[in-house]
């Protein structure tokens, strides 16, 4: 866990730009519609988040559907102890942080899928590893409830890795809206965030 501690740094961002090919906030055009089928893009119906209890990082107890309701929020699944993706995640979220704070009720929510291990304290110092933006949270689930949010999301992951590095969207009614590519950029995820706080 010490590596928690050591604030983002020149090696993270390169690891990052490399592992996403242009860059986590690249301004490029945004990535064409989805084929009928695909595991991303707009959520129709939009679905009503599942009322399970959450432990956030400040160790309050809540259910995701009250934490989600009244704001527009970004939600991704992630572990403190991933070495992978989360990484990624986590200086995603930080820059998304920075670029949402002209939206009004706009939220970040990181739940782990590792709750055994990721108790409040751990989640604080990940979260603090990449900055801890005010706008930024992160809770866990009861290990029972796991499986019943990867159903949810649709961000199972086949492999070593379990979770994808989708980011689920979430309008002020907390409903799932949009589920984006994997590893987003930065401006994506703020921009269709902004489109959510339009509606």
């Not at 991933?82 to 939220?107: H, N, T, W, Y």
């Amino acid at each position: 866990m010490r590596g928690l501690e050591i604030p983002l740094n020149r090696r993270h961002f390169v690891m990052i730009a490399a592992a996403t090919g242009l860059g986590l906030d690249s301004e490029a055009a945004p990535p064409p519609p989805p084929p009928a089928h695909a595991p991303f893009g707009p959520v129709d119906p939009p679905q009503l988040a599942l009322a399970i209890p959450l432990v956030g990082d400040d160790g309050k107890t809540f259910t995701l559907v009250q934490h989600l309701r009244g704001k527009v929020t970004a939600v991704q699944l992630m572990f403190a102890g991933c070495s992978a993706i989360c990484p990624i995640q986590g200086a995603l979220f930080a820059g998304v942080a920075q670029k949402i704070e002209a939206i009004r009720d706009a939220q970040l929510l990181s739940l782990t899928i590792d709750p055994l291990n990721d108790d409040p304290a751990v989640l604080r110092r990940w979260k603090a590893s990449f900055g801890a933006h005010r706008l930024w949270s992160a809770a866990a689930p009861k290990l029972k409830d796991v499986d019943a949010l990867f159903g949810f999301l649709g961000g199972r992951n086949q492999g070593v890795d379990e979770h994808t590095g989708q980011v689920y969207l979430f309008d002020r009614q907390a409903r799932l809206r949009y589920r984006t590519p994997d590893l987003p950029t930065i401006s994506y995820v703020a921009e269709t965030m902004s489109q959510l706080a339009r509606i």
